[in-house]
């Protein structure tokens, strides 16, 4: 084959895909699948498992995190004045 030939470019439209992903759903799947190796790595170094279960726990706390700060968005939110009728 040599690099003079041409090729022909052919279009295929493809439907659009959609995918909703909060940062709960990330850190719930991270935090899941931390949890699923280090029980399942008993023959892993020590350092190994220590990083998994550092790495579960942190996925747990930003999740708390998260939430705080979107309860406390949504408490400072103002709120609609009142339909006075």
Do not use: C, F, W
Not at 11 to 27: A, K, S
Not at 59 to 68: E, P
């Amino acid at each position: 084959m040599s690099t003079d030939e041409e090729y022909e470019v052919i279009e295929v439209p493809v439907p659009r895909i959609t995918v909703d992903l909060t940062v709960d759903d990330v850190l719930n799947a991270l935090a899941q699948h931390a949890d699923s190796l280090a029980s399942g790595t008993q023959h892993a170094p020590p350092q190994v498992a220590d990083q998994l279960s550092q790495l579960g726990q942190l996925a747990s706390q930003l999740r708390g995190q998260l939430r705080q700060v979107v309860r406390g968005t949504a408490a400072a939110q103002p709120k609609p004045p009142e339909d006075a009728g």
